[in-house]
């Protein structure tokens, strides 16, 4: 079955960086585009980056373009998510999403927060 476990979460001052990798498991992770989403308390899930498979095109959410990257390695069955010049603000739980079948698949987050 499909999984997907994050890591690399944690406490980070203003202006640091964190980077956070997902690792899937139960499907062919070179054939499908992932996402990056992120859930503050009180606030809606956010869709923060994606990529395609081949990891050609990426997009992201307005108010993270220029700080993170979203990457990916199809050897490793991992997408990455870099993030620089880190705000309060992106203080969240950070979830790996896959859309196969029609079906959206979670993983079960990392917390980040960005705090002085």
């Known amino acids: 079955q499909v999984q997907l476990v994050e890591s690399g979460g944690g406490l980070v001052q203003p202006g640091g960086s964190l980077r956070l990798s997902c690792r899937a498991s139960g499907f062919t992770f070179s054939s499908y585009g992932m996402s990056w989403y992120r859930q503050a308390p009180g606030k809606e899930r956010e869709l923060v980056a994606s990529?395609?498979?081949?990891?050609?095109?990426?997009n992201y959410a307005g108010s993270v373009k220029g700080r993170f990257t979203i990457s990916r390695d199809n050897a490793k069955n991992t997408v990455y998510l870099q993030m620089n010049s880190l705000k309060p603000e992106d203080t969240a739980v950070y979830v790996c999403?896959?859309?196969?079948?029609?079906?959206?698949?979670w993983g079960q987050g990392t917390q980040v927060t960005v705090s002085s």
């Open positions: 990529i395609t498979s081949g990891g050609g095109s990426t």
């Open positions: 999403n896959l859309r196969k079948m029609g079906l959206p698949y």
